[in-house]
Nanobody
Framework: QVQVVESGGGLVQAGGALRLSCTAS????????MGWYRQAPGNQRDAVAH???????HYADSVKGRFTVSRDNAKNTVYLQMNSLKPEDTAVYYC???????????????WGQGTRVTVSS
């Protein structure tokens, strides 16, 4: 009922930048928080950044000052601007959204399939 699709991953050299996008679509009444996670090979999935519906943000210490999360509520889209990329940022980046499908309904968490980011040294 709710689909979450990420885009914008790719290969970039260390010091470069990428902008990831994530759009939620389908039967949606409201979206609260949206966020970005990442998972490197052999590692657990870790939180990177999230943003609430009113624009409040939170970042992992490892990306503070380099990554910026933003959203366009009209488009149900969240962005992750990644600057000064490092090889250790290499991972599959996943987006999630907390959404309701009917007014006053139960909020559920929806995940995308991920987009791969590779930072070469």
């Amino acid at each position: 009922q709710v689909q979450v699709v990420e885009s914008g991953g790719g290969l970039v050299q260390a010091g470069g930048a990428l902008r990831l996008s994530c759009t939620a679509s389908g039967v949606i009444s409201s979206i609260n928080a949206m966020g970005w996670y990442r998972q490197a090979p052999g590692n657990q999935r870790d939180a990177v950044a999230h943003i609430t519906s009113d624009g409040g943000t939170h970042y992992a210490d490892s990306v503070k000052g380099r990554f910026t999360v933003s959203r366009d509520n009209a488009k149900n889209t969240v962005y992750l601007q990644m600057n000064s990329l490092k090889p250790e940022d290499t991972a599959v980046y996943y987006c999630n959204a907390y959404a309701t499908i009917v007014p006053g309904g139960k909020e559920r968490e929806y995940w995308g399939q991920g987009t791969r980011v590779t930072v070469s040294s």
